[in-house]
């Protein structure tokens, strides 16, 4: 199992929606699952401000992740989750 860590600052709503709307099959496709999520999270060191979401998921393996982003079929989806706001994604594993 490998998890990746997603922070997104929220600026554009709408965006978000549909990229809320439609995440969740493209995550099932690559045998993704959500271990765990918050809309406040909290920054216990370092310097700037904590993001507006967090989101901890978790794959079978590093291909599936890495298929999940590089999907091309996924291309519209991911690209409504950058326009609602900065988001960073790290592989840990």
């Known amino acids: 199992m490998i998890y990746a860590y997603v922070d997104l600052t929220v600026t554009d709503p709408d965006s978000f929606q549909r990229y809320a ?3 969740g099959p493209l995550l099932q ?5 959500a271990q765990a999520m918050s809309t406040t999270p909290t920054l216990l060191e370092g310097e700037g ?4 979401r967090a989101v ?3 794959f079978p393996d590093r291909d599936s992740a890495i298929g999940w982003i ?7 989806i991911h690209a409504l989750r950058r326009a609602a706001g900065p988001c ?3 592989l840990i594993g």
């Not at 590089?70 to 519209?76: Q, R, S, T």
């Open 88 to 90: 960073r994604i790290t």
């Open 49 to 52: 401000t904590a993001p507006g």
């Open 21 to 23: 709307e439609q995440a």
């Open 70 to 76: 590089e999907d091309p079929e996924a291309k519209d």
């Open 29 to 33: 496709k690559w045998g993704a699952k």
């Open 56 to 58: 901890l998921l978790s």
